[in-house]
């Protein structure tokens, strides 16, 4: 098919659909021709392909009609590795959204903040997420306009962070112009409190005050600290009366954050308020699915499903599952199977039925650090004491069954202490080789992994 006919049936689609929609699905597509009357569209990757055909092959077939075609028939072709290249990311931006709109300049720096990888397109749908993925939609549609602030919350590792950057990849693609800050509110608060110490508080008020879409990760942390919450109530201010967008993140609504101003706890309920919660299991398949499938890695549906069966609550954790077999495989030299899977998880993922008890991890833990129980579930808030009790939550949050509350009324506190607990140890996971070894050893240990391995 000529590239002209073929502008024109994307002319015909970008009439009957969302920018969004348009720029995530259609503008990547590749024109291959017509084969035996079917126009034959390149893809990028099978996930894509099941999603047009599902979703969007009557309407190309209506586009075609619409242009003369009396039996349209469209099919969609993964395209190889070598012409797949083509459409990665090094690829120019795409046409520009509105007709006759000059062509976007290269992006500038306003995605340095953003990570290249949390884009609408890597972001798979499923109903954990849709109501939140709805959201950032509308809102990278209408910045400002459709709901201001859109406030995210769910657990660790659950896409919040994706989903924010995704609005921003999207509104920094259509107006490059525009500026764009990501921030995380432990980062935030760092810069206040050097531009205090330094004098620069005026620099650093212009700085995010002049944003035009600000999209600011576990607000949570805002609470109990004082300055920070003041000069936050400001920079909101100064935002929202400039129908600029404001995007927050956090592990839990605004009613449960814990001594938050009341006039920024109201402002924070001004817009839309959305929660993510954890992945079916069909969507954690069609995570691995794209993940693999992106990483060019051909591996049998047996196997991502026997991975997603073992990692249930943390999508970042699933992926890690999945590089984890990938090494293994390679280092070992064996072809992907439900076997290699078992074995490459079985030091990091307990087999389900292994039933631990809470009081268990904790004597574990006590003995790992050398230290009573009772001293890790007391009020100490010195760091020796704080690393145990904090691993100690993970730990009970991933190998057994209670709930944030549970765990926190076994150690005397209340659950958002828990679930910060838990996104501390899971933040410092590969990067602080002290915590990570503890966490290794001690989940090896409980799940009497150890003994085997040294039988086998
Ligand atoms: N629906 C999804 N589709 C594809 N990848 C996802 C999805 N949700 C999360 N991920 C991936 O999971 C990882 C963790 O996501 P992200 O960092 O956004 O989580 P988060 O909710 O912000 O966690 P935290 O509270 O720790 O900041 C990322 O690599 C992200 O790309």
Known sequence: MSQEIWADVLGYVRKNISEVEYHTWFAPLKNLGVQDGSLVLGV????AQEWLRKQYQGLLEDALRSLGAQHPQVSFQVLPASQDALLLPSDPPPAPISPGRAPAPPPADNRKTLNPKYTFENFVVGPNNNLAHAAALAVAESPGKAYNPLFIYGDVGLGKTHLMHAVGHYIAERFPEKRIEYVSTETFTNELINAIREDKTTQFRNRYRSVDLLLVDDIQFLAGKERTQEEFFHTFNALYENHKQIILSSDRPPKDIQ??????RSRFEWGLITDIQSPEFETRVAILK??????????PQEVLELI??????????LEGALMRVVAFSSL??????????????????APQEV????????????????????VIRGSGRVREVVVPRQVAQYLIRDLTDHSLPEIGQFFGRD??????????????????????????????????????????
Not at 342 to 347: E, G, V
Request: net charge neutral.
């Open 44 to 47: 990028r990757n099978s996930f």
């Open 259 to 264: 001594t938050l101003e009341g006039r920024l």
């Open 290 to 299: 794209m993940n693999a499938e992106h990483n060019r890695i051909d591996i």
């Open 308 to 317: 997603a069966r073992q990692v249930t609550t943390n999508i970042r954790e």
């Open 332 to 349: 070992n030299n064996v072809p992907f199977s439900r076997a290699v899977a078992s074995k490459a998880l079985s030091n990091v993922f």
């Open 355 to 374: 039933k631990v008890e809470m009081m268990d991890v904790l004597r574990q833990v006590a003995s790992h650090f050398n230290m009573p129980p009772d």
């Open 415 to 456: 659950h958002s202490t828990v679930m910060h607990a838990i996104s501390k140890v899971t933040e410092q996971l590969g990067k602080d080789s002290e915590l990570t070894a503890a966490v290794e050893t001690l989940r090896r240990k409980m799940k009497g992994l150890e003994d085997e391995d040294s039988r086998a």
